[in-house]
């Protein structure tokens, strides 16, 4: 009978105790610009000359300085494609 008591009430104990849920934040949705110091920069130019996207909008991820003016571009590539004719860019700005 004293076998049945110790094995019954540590039971009793372990299966009766309350675990709490632990709630888990849900992630946030909303999109947070990121902190880039090329963003803070002034450009000569709004919009990538490549690939046309808004650059003070999306943000800039590389630069070029050609003939003394700043420019902004979204990519390496979009740089990399003006750089092969800079002035037919320019031109038509």
């Given at each position: 009978m004293k076998k049945i008591v110790?094995?019954?009430i540590p039971l009793l104990i372990f299966t009766s105790c309350k675990k709490e849920e632990v709630k888990k934040e849900?992630?946030?949705?909303s999109f947070e610009k990121p902190i880039n110091p090329l963003n803070n920069?002034?450009?000569?130019?709004?919009i990538d000359f490549y690939?046309?996207?808004d650059i003070i909008k999306f943000g800039v991820s590389d630069t070029l300085t050609y003939?003394?003016?700043?420019?902004g571009f979204c990519s390496k590539t979009c740089k990399d494609e003006f750089l092969k004719?800079?002035?037919k860019y320019l031109a038509k700005k």
């Open positions: 110790y094995i019954l849900a992630p946030k949705t920069l002034k450009y000569d130019n709004t690939c046309k996207m003939k003394g003016k700043l420019y004719t800079p002035e």
